[in-house]
């Protein structure tokens, strides 16, 4: 009479299980291998800054990066917002409005808000805690002096953030605020590509990167809010835009 056959069934099907579950581990070893990214993900969660704002009404927010002291296009830009009736977001560092008091004081009083873009236009990323927030500091302090109102945002230089400087600015009360629309102004485009560009791009609740201190840039704005108007969109201040 033969044998019955359930064990070595069960014996063989044990070994495949075993095959199969050691081959799963070996890719999944080789996969993280290849995505270090994915171990920092997974331990700990990261702090993103806030990339444009709710979505329910046609509103936009542009904003201009402004850093360079000697400043030819800023006035153009401002004469072309007051034109159309637009308030704008000016994220500027201490430098530019220690070496320009009297235009940022005509920002202010135009309805434009300043906001905080570093002292120095440094690299913040690269910094220790107690250097962040003496730079951050010095910058707000210089506003506050021209504007009688202490910054609410701060915008990383370059664009370059990390968790550290996420949470430091945070933790000052303030909260780091980037771009969902970019320009491209910085790159040399003209102004016909920059507003063709904003407009292709263009979303309610967007926050657009722009740069006042650049003669395209203030070439482009009649045309660039011309459109967000044809298109249905209103332009605020990113402190209206995130409410």
């Given amino acids: 009479m033969p044998k019955p056959m359930g064990g070595k069934i069960l014996l063989i099907r044990r070994k495949y299980v075993t095959a199969m579950a050691l081959c799963i581990a070996v890719l999944a070893i080789f996969y993280v291998i290849n995505h270090p990214a994915l171990v920092g993900v997974s331990a700990r969660e990261r702090s993103w800054p806030v990339y444009s704002g709710p979505g329910a ?11 360079e002291a000697g400043d030819n296009h800023t006035v153009q830009v401002l004469e072309a917002l007051q034109i159309y009736g637009v308030r704008a977001t000016f994220f500027v560092t201490g430098d530019w409005v220690r070496a320009n008091e ?41 506003i506050a002096g021209i504007s009688g109102i202490r910054p609410s945002f701060f915008r990383a230089p370059y664009g370059a953030y990390n968790d550290n400087l996420v ?5 000052m009360g303030m909260e780091v605020v980037q771009w969902s629309i970019d320009s491209g102004d910085w790159r040399g485009l003209s102004a016909q590509a920059i507003a063709r560009r904003v407009g ?14 650049l003669e395209q840039t203030a070439l482009a704005i009649p045309d660039l809010i011309d459109g967000l108007f044809r298109a249905g969109y209103i332009p605020v201040l990113v402190s209206e835009i995130l409410g």
Avoid at 61 to 66: R, V
């Fill in 57 to 67: 009404e046609q509103r936009i927010s542009l904003t201009f990066n402004l850093r």
């Fill in 102 to 142: 009297d235009l940022a004081a005509a920002m202010v009083a135009a309805g434009h808000e300043l906001m905080n873009l570093s002292d120095d236009h440094s690299f913040l990323n690269k910094m220790a805690t107690t250097e962040i927030m003496e730079n951050v500091e010095n910058c707000n302090d210089v």
């Fill in 167 to 171: 949470g430091t600015i945070r933790a």
């Fill in 200 to 213: 292709d791009q263009a979303f309610a609740g967007g926050i657009v990167l722009l740069h006042s201190d």
